[in-house]
């Protein structure tokens, strides 16, 4: 293909995909985490309470909105913050490629469907990494409704907005000492004198959902910052940003519970929530926020890099120093048969592994090797008897007889 090219690949399917199912799929999340959070359609489940329990008697914080880290600060930052880091981020992928990129076998290739729509590999990523992201986004808002729906877990300043009539509830006054303060209350009415939208609000603190939401985004742009940022002469800035990014998410958890909106149970429970949904996306469904290669291309994927030069063996190194120094004792034609050269030392390992079935060389023992070996080692002249006496350094490969020179 010639350069400048882009390398183009034809499909019909990922429209079709796009509109049919991953928008459905979508949609359907985004329409179960509303019902969930703004509906009645899902009752939650009235949990009962101890008579002056101090657990839920903290002080009324106000509305949400007054709080120092309200839903209208929570929610976009949430959503905004993550979308402008992987915006940029691709952004510079795509002006800055990395070196991996100009290996043809792990580019990825321009989607063509049709005649007239183009998917280039950058907006693909785009759309993956933000859709992967919403869709997350949104299933830990159902995770953290669900739980406050099926548990009903009160609030620290439950009681505050209950206002429950402890004498119609058959709870005496804590100052006497009769019977009944640990008294469990499951009746439905007993917040009758409270407001019913601030009693409702005060029944789901398990999990924290504002914490869920937090630790999702902050986990999913962490390792989106360290498994697709190159920083190069620094091992400190990727850390720093990831740390950045956790301190907010934190202290949103520390304010939750300073000011007796949730407990800390609460909290972690939505830590764990939603950095479980996060590592769970960025594993199984974003592949490490890397391309995926065909498998027909990725057999090419080390090629271009530098041969791995051969270790040296120490055995044919000892090999080779024994053989010169017998060479230098040895007067000349000693040692050596006819037409055998410096082939000595290894035509004596070979004959000692062919006859290792006898229990010992003696000189009177023959020693031929097999007819093949023979004629590849000496084409010039027949074996001598000899080497079998005096046999050299041990073959690794060959198991060679221990001659006994005692017995000769």
């Known amino acids: 293909m010639a350069s400048g090219r882009p390398d183009l690949k034809r499909s019909f399917s990922i429209i079709p995909c796009f509109i049919f199912v991953e928008s459905v799929l979508l949609g359907a999340v985004v329409l179960l985490a509303y019902r969930l959070e703004y509906t009645d359609t899902f009752p939650v489940h009235m949990q009962g309470f101890f008579c002056y329990d101090s657990t839920y008697a903290k002080p009324y914080p106000g509305p949400e909105a007054s709080s120092r880290v309200p839903p209208a600060l929570v929610y976009p930052l949430v959503t905004a913050g993550p979308a402008i880091t992987i915006l940029l981020g691709e952004l510079a992928r795509a002006f800055f490629p990395s070196p991996t990129s100009a290996v043809p076998a792990l580019r990825e290739k321009t989607i063509v469907c049709g005649d007239c729509c183009r998917f280039s590999p950058a ?242 023992a023959a020693c031929p090797p097999h007819p093949t070996q023979a004629a590849e080692l000496y084409p010039s002249g027949p074996l001598d008897s000899q080497l079998c006496v005096f046999p050299g350094p041990p073959d690794v490969f060959f198991p060679s007889c221990s001659p006994r020179s005692s017995e000769v």
Request: net charge positive; with cysteine; glycine share 8%.
């Open 123 to 364: 907006l693909r990523r785009l759309v993956r990494f933000l859709g992967v992201y919403s869709f997350g986004l949104f299933t830990t808002s159902i995770f953290a409704n669900a739980g406050q729906v099926v548990t009903g877990n009160p609030t620290p300043h439950f009681l505050s907005v209950c206002h429950p009539n402890y004498t119609a509830l058959g709870c005496p006054p804590p100052a006497t000492d009769k019977p009944g303060l640990d008294r469990y209350v499951t009746d439905q009415g007993a917040c009758a004198a409270g407001n019913p939208a601030l009693v409702a609000a005060a029944r789901r603190a398990f999990p924290c959902k504002d914490a869920a939401l937090c630790a999702f985004a902050v986990t999913y742009t962490a390792m989106y910052v360290t498994l697709v940022f190159r920083v190069k002469g620094s091992r400190l800035v990727k850390p720093s940003l990831c740390l950045a990014l956790l301190c907010p998410a934190f202290l949103v958890g520390v304010v939750r519970v300073a000011e007796y909106r949730n407990h800390w149970s609460d909290v972690l429970a939505g830590f764990l929530t939603g950095a479980a949904i996060a590592i769970f996306l960025v594993i199984c469904v974003v592949n490490k926020f890397q391309s995926r290669v065909p498998l027909s291309q990725r057999a090419f994927r080390w090629e271009g890099l530098s041969p791995v030069p051969a270790l040296e063996n120490p055995l044919e190194k000892l090999n080779s120093a024994q053989s010169a120094q017998e060479q230098k004792q040895e007067p000349p034609g000693q040692g050596q048969g006819p037409g055998l050269g410096p082939a000595g030392p290894l035509a004596r390992s070979l004959c000692l592994s062919v006859s290792g079935a006898q229990d010992h060389c003696t000189p009177a």
